[in-house]
T-cell receptor
């Protein structure tokens, strides 16, 4: 079964600075999707960004971008110009072609004003 | 707006008293999931439905059951809740078309269940 590992339980960043959250995964599949989800204290999961494994180009959504290294099975999230509203739990997730999605343990991001 | 709705938002139940959580969707997605999320932990997949096909995770306790009477609704039944079942329960939907489903899951707001 696929596993997703987030090695940083907590991270903090100064407002307007940049922070990178790490994620690695283990799979024998060649085709899959990777996601970063944000879960603020209200607890609703919100999709931040996604990456198709067959695409070499790193996904970007405004201030959010990923560094996808398929051979290394690494999928980090970079948040630029951090804002107070970015404070949340961030989950890395892997979706296989059997429709299952597996989550990492999460990284709690604190943004300091 | 198309969405995933979970009811109730908060539920308190007594130890051993059966409880049902509901999830409805207007997205016409054919895959529906139930996750259990305990405090400060990652969501844990309990089971999912692909249309009417039920897929149970190997480590989901028998105490947890699910029903999907139609495309729009899915229920989580906990037959005899224990204190350890206190958690947030998240419902999510996705398109079963793997390519179309690359947009990920759509989550409901969750039901926070407390067993006392």
């Amino acid at each position: 079964a696929q596993t997703v590992t987030q090695s940083q339980p907590e991270m903090s960043v100064q407002e307007a600075e940049t922070v990178t959250l790490s994620c690695t995964y283990d799979t024998s599949e060649s085709d899959y999707y990777l996601f970063w989800y944000k879960q603020p204290p209200s607890r609703q999961m919100i999709l931040v960004i996604r990456q198709e494994a067959y695409k070499q180009q790193n996904a970007t959504e405004n201030r959010f971008s990923v560094n996808f290294q398929k051979a290394a099975k690494s999928f980090s999230l970079k948040i630029s110009d951090s804002q107070l509203g970015d404070a949340a739990m961030y989950f890395c997730a892997y979706r296989s072609n059997n429709n299952d999605m597996r989550f990492g343990a999460g990284t709690r991001l604190t943004v300091k004003p | 707006d198309a969405m995933v709705i979970q009811n109730p938002r908060y539920q308190v139940t007594q130890f051993g008293k059966p409880v049902t959580l509901s999830c409805s969707q207007t997205l016409n997605h054919n895959v529906m999931y139930w996750y259990q999320q305990k405090s400060s932990q990652a969501p844990k997949l309990l089971f999912h439905y692909y249309d009417k096909d039920f897929n149970n995770e190997a480590d989901t306790p028998d105490n947890f059951q699910s029903r999907r009477p139609n495309t729009s609704f899915c229920f989580l039944d906990i037959r005899s809740p224990g204190l350890g079942d206190t958690a947030m329960y998240l419902c999510a939907t996705a398109s079963g078309d793997y390519v179309v489903g690359s947009s990920g899951y759509t989550f409901g707001s969750g039901t926070r269940l407390t067993v006392v």
